[in-house]
């Protein structure tokens, strides 16, 4: 099933955040205006925001504030691209020139900053501790996580379960937030928003490590990123790790290598060794444990498309292609 139709029963909450998007992309600053629009109109999946719609939905929340959190979600999203991309050296993303190649590092990094700022002025006009709670907890786990991958860059000794923290902190816990928040909206008690939340966080799980695999895997003009950006920048994602542990050492010490360099010169033989070892396979093997531990989170939710529609987004972050 394409993203498209499982978000159709969205339609109506979809148009309301991006009407709030847009307005709340206000400034005087033309060039704030300019970067900002250009990130947010590049598209994407908005994953984030409508994992907080659906279980708002799911829930039986009426009311209008889930647009306003599901626009801020994307905000701190765009925000942490934004920086990314300026820390990664990026050129392309969603198949177009990233804003830093566009603009410039220092325009990307400042509206990156405006877009934060602007996403706790939102969050202080809902005026819930809880959700302000929720959302700064967030943000300061991402910026860790930001700041642990660049540690782990061109370190092949980073175990499994160091790559699976980085996820955790960097990619998961937005996720996390997103369903936390629809389940604040919805009126659960600690128990149900913990158990909403870890549904967030495997499937925010499962979705990096298929990005990690499409890395190695995709087409370009599908994913909208050049193959082997991971291995460029010196990241040791969990397919190479899955070589370094079980590949020949021949297979091994050329990752390590490869790893420890950085750039593309090894990228032909390096997606060789990551064939012949099985480390897509596995990888995606991971990411279908982690959303089915996902989905099992949702038992206690009453039956619904928009329940319907989670189970199904489970089964897509595994098995999409771009």
Not at 109 to 130: E, P, T
Request: net charge negative.
């Amino acid at each position: 099933m394409q993203l498209e139709q499982l978000y159709a029963p969205l339609a109506a909450d979809m148009n309301a955040v991006n009407g709030v998007i847009r307005a709340r992309l206000h400034s005087d600053i033309v060039l704030i205006r300019q970067v900002a629009e250009y990130i947010i109109g590049a598209g994407g999946k908005r994953m984030r925001p409508a994992l907080l719609l659906f279980v708002a939905n799911a829930l039986g929340y009426r009311g209008t504030q889930h647009h306003e959190l599901a626009a801020v979600v994307e905000f701190i999203h765009t925000a942490t691209l934004l920086h990314d991309d300026v820390v990664d050296e990026s050129d392309l993303r969603r198949g177009r020139d990233t804003a830093n190649a566009l603009f410039g590092n220092s325009a990307a990094v400042l509206v990156g900053d405006f877009l934060y700022s602007r996403s706790f002025q939102m969050m202080v006009g809902v005026g819930d501790m809880r959700v302000m709670r929720i959302l700064a907890d967030a943000t300061n786990v991402i910026a860790e996580g930001e700041v642990l991958q660049l540690l782990n860059v061109h370190n092949a000794d980073v175990s499994v379960d160091a790559y699976l923290q980085v996820i955790h902190y960097k990619t998961a816990t937005l996720f996390e937030a997103a369903t936390r928040l629809g389940a604040v909206l919805g009126g659960l008690d600690e128990a149900g928003q913990a158990r909403l939340a870890l549904f967030g966080r495997h499937i925010g799980t499962a979705f990096q490590l298929i990005d990690d695999v499409l890395d190695y895997s995709g087409a370009e003009a599908e994913t909208g990123k050049h193959l082997g950006d991971d291995l460029a920048e010196g990241k040791p994602t969990l397919p190479l790790i899955h070589v370094m542990q079980h590949g020949s050492p021949e297979q091994s010490a050329l990752v390590r290598q490869a790893i420890e360099a950085g750039g593309r010169e090894a990228f032909a033989d390096v997606l060789q060794a990551v064939q012949a070892t099985g480390a897509l396979e596995a990888t995606r093997e991971h990411a279908a444990r982690e959303a089915a531990v996902a989905a099992t989170q949702l038992a206690d939710l009453p039956a619904s498309i928009f329940k319907d529609a989670l189970l199904q987004l489970c089964s897509f972050a595994v098995t999409r292609q771009h």
